[in-house]
């Protein structure tokens, strides 16, 4: 009796030694069982991918957004006849403000030899008897204010100046991609939400296959006096090594995956003249997905542990 | 050490499995429950182990009723038992020596103690040399010797048996009996169900006689010609 007694003086040592124990244990049965370790842990992974894979895609969506903003421009068109001095103060006013970080002047020769360039009918522009171009102010707004809403803002009191005759955001592309950037987005939340609830389920399940071997085991220790704790602590281990092995698995799949994608991102990027590169996810999202797989093994092993426990 | 105060079991179904058994198993001592099959042995061995609880009636336990013991507290009592079925529930993918060290990790004993004793009682049984096996190369008199020495290695203080020779023929049966009487005669108590009259009233101990649930006899040996009307 006296020996009993002292199992419930739970010290800090009887505990860490009862851990180990327990770890061991998990371990073991994992190595024991080594072809069923790799298949759950496989199992786990691939259903962890997808909505790994889809959040960080979002994110990229993110990242995206702000490297196509910082390619708007807008494009000033002058009065004809403003003179040098007026365009040279206005440049001057406009590059004090804080909403714009460069200008760009480009005078009415100037543009009729990049409109010549880019076109290609040189020989009929050359043609004209005057050259029917105003002067062009090309501002590029700075990061801070890249928001359509507020590059429309920006838009309007530019076009209230004296000296501008109109005003060109080329807001129309940008705000139909905004939009259907946010509607993948929202979609892409969504599935990876779903997913995630499903993976709760699956892992579970998998996890209770993977258990199920057990089931004489759990039935055997109970008879030679094994409390359900003592029972239980070596699967919730068991549970945490599935979930963390196939958090890791499951990544290096979206590592692969998004590395292979990232040469055909490059190339679509080079098209919108931005260079947008596909991120991977961060230390902390790594720890977050690492934290998340071991409490959804935890949660497996759990409910399928406590399950068999009560039916011996 | 152990004793039954009007002790009733009904099972879920409504069927009286033991009606009012009376009997007590002083410490040290050895016994034969027997009776015929369904007279509710196993079940009263349960009961003792607390694999079920009875309906009615007192058990004590070195003088404590055990018989409505919070389940976090059953396995404290376990841990003073060695039970044996008749399957031995060995775990295959188990060596011999990791089967038969079970009940001593789950105690929380020290590496080395743990090897001394596994050897010991191995050696008791005589498998010492079978350490490393796996209970599926072991022959049925083999495996039921490993399911003793689970049983013993904690040294515990009462041995339970249901049926425990009834896979094997009788030569490797009275070795096993032989086993049991070694743990008695070292002080442990030991109750063993078993219907095989022909082998139990060869050794000389107290049989108790279930017969359709209740206790009919706990003292001498059943005479001959009611051993035949039960059979
Ligand atoms: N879990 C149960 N539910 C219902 N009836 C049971 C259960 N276990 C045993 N019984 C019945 O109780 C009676 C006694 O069974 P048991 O104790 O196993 O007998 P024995 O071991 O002497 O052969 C039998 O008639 C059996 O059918
Ligand atoms: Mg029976």
Redesign the pocket.
């Known amino acids: 009796m006296k020996r009993n007694h002292s199992l419930y003086q739970s010290t800090l040592s009887l505990l860490l030694k009862r851990h180990r124990t327990a770890i061991l244990m998990g371990l073991g049965r994992l190595k024991k069982h080594l072809s069923s370790t790799i298949f759950t842990s496989l199992v786990i992974a691939m259903t962890l991918a997808l909505p790994i894979l889809l959040l960080v895609l979002v994110n990229n969506v993110d990242y995206a957004t702000k490297g196509l903003t910082a390619s708007a421009k807008i494009s000033v068109y002058l009065k004809p006849g403003t003179s040098e001095q007026t365009i040279q103060d206005l440049m001057h006013e406009l590059s004090a403000q804080e909403q714009i970080i460069k200008i760009r002047y480009i005078s009415p020769e100037q543009g009729l030899s990049e409109f010549a360039k880019s076109v290609g009918f040189k020989q009929v522009l050359l043609g004209l008897n005057h050259n029917p171009l105003p002067a062009v102010l090309e501002i590029s707004p700075s990061i801070a204010y890249q928001q359509p809403a507020q590059l429309q803002i920006l838009a309007a009191q530019l076009r209230q100046l004296p000296a501008v005759d109109d005003v060109q955001l080329d807001m129309d592309w940008i705000k139909r991609l905004f939009a259907i950037l946010s509607v993948i987005k929202s979609v892409t939340l969504g599935i990876a939400i779903i997913l995630g609830f499903g993976t709760v389920i699956i892992v579970g399940n998998t996890i209770k296959y993977a258990i199920q071997h057990y089931q004489k085991e759990i039935q055997v220790l109970k008879l030679i006096g094994a409390s359900d704790s003592l029972i239980r602590r070596p699967f919730l281990y068991t549970g945490v090594f599935y979930g963390l092995f196939g958090t890791l698995l499951a990544m290096f799949i979206v590592g692969v995956f998004t590395v292979s994608l990232s040469r055909v991102v490059n190339n679509l990027a080079d098209t919108f003249s931005t260079n947008f590169q596909l991120h991977l996810f961060g230390f902390s999202s790594f720890v977050a997905f690492c934290l998340l797989g071991i409490a959804l093994g935890l949660l497996g092993a759990w409910i399928t542990v406590s399950r068999s426990i009560k039916q011996c | 050490m152990i004793e039954f105060e009007n002790i009733s079991k009904r099972?879920?179904?409504g069927?009286d499995?033991l009606k009012h058994v009376n009997f007590s198993l002083k410490k040290g001592e050895m016994a034969f429950l027997t009776?015929h099959?369904?007279?509710?042995?196993?079940?009263l061995l349960k009961l003792i182990a607390l694999i079920d609880r009875p309906t009615n009636g007192k058990i004590l336990l070195n003088g404590h009723n055990i018989a409505k013991l919070s389940n976090r507290k059953v396995p404290l009592v376990r841990r003073q038992m060695g039970i044996i079925f008749q399957n031995p529930y060995l775990l295959d993918d188990y060596t011999i020596f990791e089967n038969v060290a079970m009940p001593l990790m789950i105690a929380g004993y020290r590496h080395q103690e743990i090897g001394r004793r596994v050897r010991a009682a191995l050696a008791k049984v005589g498998l010492l040399k079978k350490e490393k096996f796996y209970p599926q190369s072991l022959s049925g008199g083999e495996q039921q010797r490993v399911g003793i020495a689970r049983a013993v290695v904690n040294k515990p203080a009462i041995l339970l048996a249901d049926e425990p020779t009834g896979n094997l023929d009788p030569e490797l049966s009275a070795e096993i009996m032989a086993l049991f009487e070694q743990f008695n005669q070292v002080g442990v108590s030991v109750l063993i169900?078993s219907h095989d009259l022909a082998l139990i009233t060869q050794l000389n101990y107290r049989l108790l006689t279930?017969h359709q649930g209740c206790m009919v006899s706990t003292g001498v040996k059943i005479k001959t010609n009611y051993e035949t009307t039960v059979e």
Not at chain 2, 37 to 43: E, L, R, Y
């Open positions: 099972y879920e179904n069927y499995a009776g099959s369904g007279a509710g042995k196993s079940t169900a279930l």
